[in-house]
């Protein structure tokens, strides 16, 4: 077993109970009733919002690089904020990343979000070995309420975000493809993303972690490309378990061809480490668990599979 000595991740304060929430769009545009909605929930919970000034939308992009670059980087440099939650995915973050200015010794922000958020959490955990939280987002989860259809599931949210326990586990709701028993360092997120990071500077280093992968509307035969890549490219080599998602919308083009799970089985099994398949984690329509990037964590791949946080991903406030 490939054995090395795990980085020492940069930890968040917690995001407590009336702390401030910068809500950023980095990529493509909210739709603005279910951004509305998305805020109601948040302060529901106790949390205080912020928007960013309004940008107008570029095509696919939320505004222009220039406007998204300057609110992304306002947001990560307040020092009144708690957290910065982006309000949806799509398409753009990518762009900014070799434009970040930041200033040394910046102290951390909790980022939050998940689809093209994963470039941004791939860039501040490679460059800066900042924890963040592939999470809720708020107008593609907070806006469907606690425990609903495409919403989020408040406990793990809360656990990852408010430093409420050392350790606590997430029941996955999946199935074991391979069993087993695997610790390591949790990192991912989806996969179509995490595999235009290889040859970028902040292309994940996957070895001694645990790596989830999620994504939906890929046909059977994309996620067999983008696993074979990242195969070929040796990005499972050293890895110790694996997490996936449910993959919605990604039904096989004909009946009888193969499905999204024979996939990562074919691909996968034999790379003989722990694998579950089936979490709602990222793009799911199951309420969405809140996943900390950059922590140590144990895989127990058998029954419905069982994952363990075995540290908090932020820091407790003084």
Same mark, same amino acid.
């Given at each position: 077993?490939? &054995? ?47 928007? =960013? ?7 696919? @992009?939320?505004?222009?690089?220039? %406007? ?6 306002? $947001?990560?440099?307040?020092?009144? $904020?708690?957290? +910065? ?29 998940? *689809?093209?958020? &994963? ?9 800066? %070995?900042?924890? *963040? /939280? ?32 050392? *350790?606590? *586990? ?9 069993? =087993?028993? $695997? ?24 070895? =001694? ?37 449910? @993959? ?9 061809? @193969? ?8 691909? /996968?099994?034999?790379?003989? +480490? ?15 668990? &809140? ?28």
């Amino acid at each position: 077993m490939y &054995t090395r000595a795990l980085p020492i991740p940069l930890k968040p304060p917690a995001l407590l109970s009336g702390g401030l929430v910068r809500v950023i769009s980095p990529a493509s545009p909210a739709e603005r009733d279910a951004l509305g909605r998305g805020i109601a929930e948040l302060e529901r919970l106790g949390y205080r919002v912020r928007m =960013g000034s309004a940008m107008h939308p570029d095509g696919y @992009f939320a505004g222009s690089a220039l %406007r998204r670059k300057a609110e992304l980087e306002s $947001a990560l440099r307040d020092s009144d $904020a708690g957290a +910065v939650i982006c309000a949806r995915g799509g398409y753009g973050s990518a762009a900014l990343l070799d434009q970040i200015r930041l200033p040394r010794g910046l102290k951390p922000k909790l980022l939050v979000g998940y *689809s093209d958020v &994963t470039m941004l959490q791939a860039y501040l955990w490679t460059r800066l %070995r900042w924890t *963040s /939280l592939q999470g809720p987002m708020v107008a593609a989860n907070w806006n469907h309420g606690a425990g609903n259809r495409s919403g989020y599931d408040l406990a793990s949210f809360l656990n990852a975000a408010g430093s409420q326990h050392d *350790s606590w *586990s997430l029941a996955l709701d999946a199935e074991a493809l391979s069993h =087993g028993e $695997a610790s390591g360092l949790l990192l991912g997120g989806c996969i179509s993303l995490l595999e235009t990071t290889l040859g970028t500077p902040w292309e994940f280093d996957t070895r =001694g972690s645990i790596l989830f992968l999620e994504d939906r509307g890929l046909k059977p035969y994309q996620l067999d490309r983008l696993l074979l890549h990242l195969l070929q490219a040796g990005k499972f080599r050293g890895v110790r378990g694996i997490v996936l998602g449910d @993959f919605p919308d990604c039904e096989a083009p004909q009946e009888g061809s @193969f499905s999204v799970r024979d996939v990562c089985r074919r691909i /996968l099994v034999p790379l003989r +480490v722990p694998i579950v398949f089936g979490a709602p984690i990222g793009h799911t329509q199951r309420p969405l668990l &809140t996943l900390p990037i950059g922590v140590r964590a144990r895989l127990r791949a058998a029954g419905e599979g069982k994952l363990e946080i075995l540290e908090p991903a932020v820091a407790l406030q003084e």
